[in-house]
């Protein structure tokens, strides 16, 4: 089975980066996913990488993919108070399901 | 602003009571997800639904659980007879398309706390 590991909290001062890892297990996963949930709210897509490229830039978002050590990493510069969530790696289920198994989550805490 | 709706939002019920939580999936979307979110176990897949047919609920436990979709507009999750176990958020999402499966819109989550 699939199993998405993430670190749970990663807290950061107001203008530095931001840098939030995951390791996954299926190798012949085609994309890896990153979402976002806001306090009280449900998850939101924030943004996804195709398995045949490295890196994808997004305005502040770069996602750095790692096939070899299947390691996926979600970095965000100048970090603002209201990029304060909790983060979610995700990989589709293997088996052909593209529905995806969510890691437990990485708390960003962002302080002045 | 298409957004998926769920009611309730809070539900705090007693164990052994029934519970049903309801969705509106986004107008169009033909994918809807019920997932369980627990600080102990994360988020878990509990079920989904095609075009209203129910695809896999393997995730639920299902002496307990039950979900439907009555109609394109509407989807059930039911909860007889609860227990504390089960408090937890419930979330829906909707999507579209087999790009709906990596791209869900959730709902805000119904909080359950069953005493």
């Known amino acids: 089975g699939e199993d998405v590991e993430q670190s749970l909290f990663l807290s950061v001062r107001e203008g530095d980066s931001s840098v939030i890892n995951c390791t996954y297990t299926?190798?012949?996963?085609?994309?890896l996913y990153w979402y976002k949930q806001e306090p009280g709210a449900g998850l939101q897509l924030l943004t996804y990488i195709f398995s045949n490229m490295d890196m994808k830039q997004d305005q502040r978002l770069t996602v750095l993919l790692n096939k070899k050590d299947k390691h996926l990493s979600l970095r965000i510069a100048d970090t603002q108070t209201g990029d304060s969530a909790i983060y979610f790696c995700a990989e589709p289920a293997s088996g052909g399901s593209y529905i995806p198994t969510f890691g437990r989550g990485t708390s960003l805490i962002v302080h002045p | 602003d298409a957004r998926v709706t769920q009611t309730p939002r809070h539900k705090v019920t007693e164990m052994g009571q029934e519970v049903t939580m309801r969705c509106q999936p986004i107008l169009g979307h033909n994918t809807v997800f019920w997932y369980r979110q627990t600080m102990m176990q994360g988020l878990e897949l509990l079920a989904y639904?095609?075009?209203?047919?129910?695809?896999?609920d393997s995730g639920m436990p299902k002496d307990r659980f039950s979900a439907e979709m009555p109609d394109a507009t509407l989807a059930t999750l039911k909860i007889q007879p609860s227990e504390p176990r089960d408090s937890a958020v419930y979330f829906c999402a909707s999507g579209s398309g087999l790009a709906g499966y990596r791209e869900q819109f959730f709902g805000p989550g119904t909080r359950l706390t069953v005493l």
């Open positions: 639904f095609r075009n209203r047919a129910p695809l896999d």
């Open positions: 299926d190798s012949s996963s085609t994309y």
